[in-house]
């Protein structure tokens, strides 16, 4: 699943040591846009994204993974981050308009709605 929001605020890094290891995680406050917009708590686990300079108020593309699990009679949901790149806009409205720009196709042949007037279909 992909997400497009732009970065609100990092959390503090945690760390600590399982039983695999030590491990590291990354929250992150993100807001998609739109008319009613939504603010998504998105986890980054492992080293892989430290050597991503994230900035504020920039908007990105993140790759997504969503996990519920069940401790002690109630759920918990995580949503977990596995790619991130930065977003530009105008880049991707270009390329929607080109792809989805159905205003430039040609009318209909063999159907004259005028001539329709008894309404009997064709078959």
Not at 17 to 33: A, F, L, S
Not at 56 to 69: M, N
Request: charge should be negative.
């Amino acid at each position: 699943m992909q997400v497009i929001a732009k970065l609100l605020q990092k959390l503090p890094l945690q760390t600590g040591q399982g039983k695999n290891g030590t491990w590291q995680k990354q929250d992150i406050i993100v807001e998609t846009d739109g008319q009613y917009p939504k603010k998504i708590c998105l986890s980054l686990w492992g080293d892989k994204f430290s050597n991503i300079a994230l900035t504020e108020q920039q908007t990105y593309k993140f790759d997504i993974d969503l996990e519920s699990r069940e401790f002690s009679g109630r759920w918990f949901t995580d949503v977990k981050a596995w790619r991130i790149e930065a977003f530009d806009a105008s880049t991707q409205a270009q390329t929607t308009n080109n792809t989805n720009n159905l205003g430039n196709l040609p009318p209909l042949s063999g159907f004259d709605q005028a001539n329709d007037d008894d309404g009997d279909l064709p078959f």
